[in-house]
Antibody, heavy 119, light 108 residues
Framework: DVQLLESGGGLVQPGGSLRLSCAAS????????MSWVRQAPGKGLEWVSA????????YYADSMKGRFTISRDNSKSTVYLQMSSLRAEDTGVYYC????????????WGQGTLVTVSS | EIVLTQSPGTLSLSPGERATLSCRAS???????LAWYQQRPGQAPRLLIY???SRATGIPDRFSGSGSGTDFTFTISRLEPEDFAVYYC?????????FGGGTKVEIK
């Protein structure tokens, strides 16, 4: 079974940084693109970023460009999201997802990790 | 950026009834690269439909999707108690990927 386990969330002050990790198992990690999607409290889903299977291509939502960096370590079956210059509006649950056939739709999701940006 | 508008915002129905949800895109979604997800309270989303009309693995056939271009429809033929949830559409035909605002299907 596919398992995705996010970690690294927590409380951070505005302007601070945080690195999220997503440890994957149960599938050929290096063959799939991976994504991050977030959800503000009581709100809808927002796509954050994606990375190709080999890590050579990264994509970002406009509001995250320049502040967030996605990366992966295929030897550790782990994908990361480095977040900096955090704002209150970055608060939410961050989900890691495996893309189905690396197309962009997400067929497996982690349980999410909560990021709270507040002073 | 492709903006997805879902309607209605809330759908109040009874078990056994048919649910029809709409997702309209601000521009054409290439190759019908549109997906539908279900999210129950406190849970991660679940992929139901991809490619506008293909059911994901293990998804019951009461769930279906159709459409192309800018207009897409998601249907639940007969609502089961576990189907009351929020449904999101997502386009993945062009970057940035985007989600619709969601439709809540609630028990009437």
């Amino acid at each position: 079974d596919v398992q995705l386990l996010e970690s690294g969330g927590g409380l951070v002050q505005p302007g601070g940084s945080l690195r999220l990790s997503c440890a994957a198992s149960g599938f050929a990690f290096s063959s799939y693109a991976m994504s991050w999607v977030r959800q503000a409290p009581g709100k809808g889903l927002e796509w954050v970023s994606a990375i190709s299977s080999r890590g050579s291509n990264a994509y970002y939502a406009d509001s995250m460009k320049g502040r967030f960096t996605i990366s992966r370590d295929n030897s550790k079956s782990t994908v990361y999201l480095q977040m900096s210059s955090l704002r209150a509006e970055d608060t939410g649950v961050y989900y890691c997802g495996k893309e189905r056939a690396s197309k962009g739709d997400i067929d497996s999701w982690g349980q999410g990790t909560l990021v709270t940006v507040s002073s | 950026e492709i903006v997805l508008t879902q309607s209605p915002g809330t759908l109040s129905l009874s078990p056994g009834e048919r649910a029809t949800l709409s997702c309209r895109a601000s521009q054409s979604v290439s190759n019908s690269n549109l997906a539908w997800y279900q999210q129950r309270p406190g849970q991660a989303p679940r992929l139901l439909i991809y490619g506008a009309s293909s059911r994901a693995t293990g998804i019951p056939d009461r769930f279906s999707g159709s459409g192309s271009g800018t207009d897409f429809t998601f249907t639940i033929s007969r609502l089961e108690p576990e189907d009351f949830a929020v449904y999101y559409c997502q386009q993945y035909g062009s970057s940035p990927l985007t989600f619709g605002g969601g439709t809540k299907v609630e028990i009437k």
